[in-house]
């Protein structure tokens, strides 16, 4: 049968102004809105019209869509996947990381595939390794005034409940390391919808001179930047991945010299290391490089430091810079151990310090996924996953939850024999701590003080770890060992 008389099989006509050509393998009619007076779409006109001798090829920039033949050099000057003009802050593999390609063995097998001699040496290594680290991280779930009308919502559900739970407490240990104030630019990494700033900046109330960058790598729907209108805040999102970001060369950081106050929610993996990488070694290298007096320090006419500079040191004050520095503060909720990367992980060091190397390295991120592996769902369970998983998208939920349901591809892989759920998950979270602990010495030897805690209640998220650092000269939270 001729291609422009698609068999129907059974399911009658095209739609009123929809295409008629019949796609077999989908086993229905196009559904793409024709021009007024047309049978086809632009798409299957030429596969349909045995008339138009006009050839469509596949695209070369995306195969997904096709193209006349004879139009190619005008559709690829405004194809929406040709490649664009990179930004100025896009450095290409800035963050990355040293590539050590004769480091990591060509394949790595399944832990699934280890013999158990191999995976108890494993474990061995890893238990020697921990040695002498701090297993109890310090409770500090707290909570903030300005989420206090949003948590008592009666409309929320327990999935946006669990979120503002977080936020609150992120919040909240961000206020206590005197990082809340005017006159100075919050980077939130992995911003998504842009919730965890748009309560910071609740929080701040009317305070002058507050700046927000929202780095995200994808596109993001119900984003909730377009809510501020203030005139003493500014919202900018970049779509950039974190691996290539220079910050300093972001016009607004080049040119007001705010400090940075690093913050994230559930920063999954390889990212933390990559954000790490971009506030504490590409970004105040390059201001020191620069060497220029900041524009918070000068003294205009009869104001003193203090009022031009919000960060420095004045009197009994606690947790406040005593200069100004590139990078005031970082808040991190952590997330997703599994899914880190050796050449871009920032404790490597460390790690080589213990005799331990990538090989290591790659397995103890997989088996940090043991951490949740007796949070499985049951058969019993398995039926409601569907409807939890609408409940969250009605909850209008985020990426990373956890929220006691940590369900991925990564959990399912198989686990030895010999070992207890209880040991597994003793293992997985010596394996975050392990991992955790590398990022703590690289920024102990960044000139930060670092600390980890438990921001929220395992009910609420899994991932309840908060990774926050402040300058040397800075008071600062005790600092895990």
């Known amino acids: 049968m001729a291609a422009s008389a698609p068999t129907p099989h059974g399911t009658g006509f095209a739609a009123e102004g929809r295409c008629g050509y019949y796609v077999e393998k989908k086993k229905r009619f196009c559904r793409m809105v024709v021009a007024a007076g047309k049978r086809f779409c632009g798409e299957h006109a030429g596969a349909a019209e045995e008339e138009n001798a006009r050839k ?5 920039l995306d195969p997904k869509h096709t193209v006349y033949e004879d139009q190619l050099a005008k559709h690829l000057k405004k194809c929406n996947s040709r490649e664009k003009p990179k930004p100025d802050f896009f450095i290409q593999d800035i963050n990355a990381g040293l ?11 399944p832990i699934s595939s280890l013999s158990e001699d191999q995976l108890e040496n494993l474990i061995k290594k890893l238990r020697k390794a921990s040695e002498g680290l701090n297993f109890t991280l310090k409770d500090q779930i707290m909570s903030h005034p300005a989420l206090h009308d949003a948590l008592n919502d ?10 503002l739970k977080q936020q609150a407490s992120i919040l909240g240990n961000i206020e206590k390391l005197n990082l809340l104030g005017p006159r100075r630019c919050f980077v939130e990494f992995g911003a998504g919808k842009g919730k965890l700033s748009h309560w910071v ?9 507050v700046h927000f960058i929202l780095i995200e790598k994808v596109t993001t729907r119900f984003k909730v ?24 060369k972001i016009p607004l950081l080049s040119k007001a010299k705010l400090p940075v106050i690093g913050i994230g929610k559930h920063l999954c993996g390889v990212a933390t290391d990559l954000a790490l990488r971009c506030l504490v070694e590409t970004y105040a290298a390059s201001c020191e490089e620069r060497n220029e007096e900041p524009l918070a320090k000068r003294i205009k006419n009869d104001k003193t430091e203090k009022e031009i500079n919000p960060l420095a040191k004045e009197g009994n ?28 992980y920032v404790g490597k060091e460390y790690f080589r310090a213990l005799g331990l190397g990538a090989v290591e390295f790659h397995y103890f991120q997989r088996m940090s996924s043991w951490a949740t592996c007796g949070m499985r769902k049951t058969s019993s369970e398995a039926s409601n996953i569907s409807a939890k998983r609408e409940e969250k998208q009605n909850d209008d939920s985020e990426e990373h939850d956890g929220g006691g349901y940590r369900i991925t591809e990564d959990n399912t892989e198989s686990l030895p024999g010999f070992l207890t759920v209880e040991e ?20 102990q030897q960044k000139g930060f003080n670092p600390a980890l805690q438990y921001y929220t209640d395992p ?7 908060l990774l926050t650092a402040l300058p040397n000269h800075s008071a600062s939270p005790e600092t895990t060992t």
């Open 459 to 465: 009910l609420v998220s899994l991932e309840n770890v």
């Open 154 to 163: 009666p409309k929320n559900g327990d999935s946006a409940t669990k979120h």
């Open 424 to 443: 597994k998950k003793k293992i997985g979270h010596l394996c975050k701590l392990l991992i955790d602990q590398g990022r703590i010495k690289y920024l």
């Open 317 to 344: 004050e606690k947790n406040v810079p005593e200069k100004w520095t590139p990078v005031a503060g970082i808040v991190i909720a952590l997330c997703c151990h599994h899914r880190c990367d050796w050449r871009h």
């Open 201 to 209: 900046d609740i929080a701040l109330n009317d305070a002058e001179e």
């Open 99 to 109: 590539k050590d390609e004769t480091e990591i063995p060509e394949q790595l097998v």
């Open 56 to 60: 469509r090829i596949l695209c070369p």
């Open 225 to 248: 930047d377009g809510k501020h209108r203030k005139k003493n805040s500014v919202f900018e999102r970049l779509q950039i991945d974190i691996q290539h970001l220079c910050l300093s």
